[in-house]
């Protein structure tokens, strides 16, 4: 897989709980850190509800999910499972959970924005598979217990950019009595952290990624582990707060590999102008745009072509039909409708008979194709493809889908034109199409 080089994949955790405390910690003289599961719950669903400003809504559909999905309500899941905590903790004599007590992590698995930038969307995918792949596989070893609720990959950030993983684990584990019960206090700690960051880079280089690894706490010289007393690390601190912390960083990122693009982008003009032999890049940007043009509206004529000889042979077959439900119709068709519209009924031949349920069907079928006005046909947004577009028939109370899934605007109208030709094409014969859906 192609990528800058060796990446970094930082892994923040935060605390969760349905009923964060409001306390201040005695020793620290700071408030709790803990994030309600509910907001973390709406950041990271597909409603993406949030602070988070660097999300593009038109760029969610991209998420991928991986455990769960969207439309989980997660707070009643949780809830549902601390009620049955504190059921079997007061029939065996127990003090049941506090309310505020810690009951899901989120945890973010975070590649640099470096390396995912020079990534297609499809290895970008497939990175975050198998990274929650070896999260998953690192979590179950801490502690069988432990239950992934939710897991979803983020392609709508950054304008896809900064790729990544989020994860919802739901604490569920057991005391030494072998009784349900929540011990974040116990279980999210420095072991936790350690644990997972020596391992998870080992484990996706088995998988073939040229992941660093992290200096976790045990490896810090004391100056080190001051500074991260005195400035901690990111985990314990909520989505936003993280993300921004990280923005001037990517933004940096961002910096350098905008001149590294333009670097790239002199050298690449100085290739082709060598190659090419052109006087100047604006020469041989102007033939190449020309030749895509070309070949854009070769491609178009050719769709329309195949169109049009689609709807030729239906056409025909229509017709077809149309003659034979006609001859249908005139051998079957009685003597009092005969009279109705002047026609002799002591003519030798004629069948002095009411016409049958099958003419009457025929009669009412045709009469559904006789009606349309081309005026009224318009080119709007497919509601139901994304990045397509529909042909419309405009009515009274509304209106009817005509054709739809085009690629782009111009071959809608291009179908509009086909629709016009067409009804051309049979004015002779006396006939409207009909441009119901």
Known sequence: MKGGGIMKVGIPVMKCSLNPSNTINKKTGKKSQTCPVDLAWQEMNDERIGRDMDINPDMTYRNVWMEGNS??????????????????????????????????????????IEYMSELSYEEKVKFLKDSHETFKQLIHEWNLNWTLLESVQHHDEFGGLSAHNHNLILLTTVDDKGLPTMNAFKEVNLKFYSYINKNYPKMMRERGYEVED???YDMLTDEEKMER????????????????????????????????????????????????????????????????????????????????????????????????????????????????????TNVVGIKKELPSKEVIQVIDDTSHTIQY?????????????????????????????????????????????????????????????????
Request: hydrophobic share 35%; charged share 35%; with cysteine.
């Open 71 to 112: 439309g989980d309500d997660v707070v009643q899941i949780v809830q549902a499972k601390i009620d049955e905590i504190n059921r079997i903790k007061r029939e065996n004599g127990k003090r049941v959970l506090r309310k505020d007590a810690v009951s899901v992590i989120e945890v973010i698995e975070k590649p640099n």
């Open 214 to 216: 992290v200096r976790t």
């Open 229 to 344: 007393k005195l400035n901690p690390q990111q985990h314990g601190v909520d989505s936003y707060t993280y993300k921004k912390r990280k923005k001037e960083e990517m933004e940096q990122e961002l910096e350098k590999l905008k001149i590294r693009s333009e670097q790239m982008s002199s050298q690449l003009e100085n290739t082709i102008l060598e190659i090419t032999k052109a006087p100047d890049l604006v020469s041989y940007k102007d033939i190449q745009d020309e030749n895509q043009t070309l070949k854009k509206e070769l491609s178009t004529k050719d769709k329309i072509i195949q169109k049009l000889n689609v709807e030729k042979k239906e056409l025909k077959q229509s017709l077809e039909k149309w003659k034979r439900q006609c001859m249908h119709i005139a051998n079957k068709i009685g003597n009092k409708m005969l009279n109705a519209i002047g026609l002799d």
């Open 373 to 437: 006005n081309a005026n009224d046909l318009r080119v709007i947004p497919d509601s139901q493809n994304k990045g397509k577009f529909c042909v419309i028939l405009k009515k009274d109370n509304g209106f009817d889908v005509v054709d739809n899934n085009f690629d782009n605007r111009q071959l809608a109208e291009y179908r509009i034109k086909e629709i016009i030709d067409l009804k051309i094409e049979i004015n002779p014969i006396k006939v409207k199409m009909n441009m119901d859906s």
